[in-house]
């Protein structure tokens, strides 16, 4: 079956960084585009980064020059670098592609705050 695991949150201070992995099986990752989502208390998930196999990459424009994504295609591993967190950053992240979405893991929370 199909997984994605993702680890690496917790809380934070504003200004402050963390590193999420996301773990998967090669079914997943392939030749596919992979990105990190995220969902906030009462609001809709939403696509934060992506990259391709060849390591393209694209943001959204909340997290743009602060988050950097990258993947291990060897180990089937996407990660996030979150620097200069925000408050507003707090949410669950998510990994998954991007289009062709498999079954959701069970994300990882991300808190900042003072």
């Known amino acids: 079956q199909v997984q994605l695991v993702e680890s690496g949150g917790g809380l934070v201070q504003p200004g402050g960084s963390l590193r999420l992995s996301c773990a998967g099986s090669?079914?997943?990752?392939?030749?596919?585009?992979m990105g990190w989502y995220r969902q906030a208390p009462g609001q809709q998930r939403e696509l934060v980064a992506q990259?391709?196999?060849?390591?393209?990459?694209i943001y959204a424009d909340s997290v743009k020059g602060r988050f950097t994504i990258s993947r291990d295609n060897a180990k089937n591993t996407v990660y996030l670098q979150m620097n200069n967190l925000k408050p507003e950053d707090t949410a669950v992240y998510y990994c998954?592609?991007?289009?062709?979405?498999?079954?959701w893991g069970q994300g990882t929370q991300v808190t900042v705050s003072s």
């Open positions: 998954n592609r991007v289009g062709v979405l498999v079954r």
């Open positions: 990259v391709t196999r060849g390591g393209n990459t």
């Open positions: 090669g079914s997943i990752f392939g030749i596919y585009v």
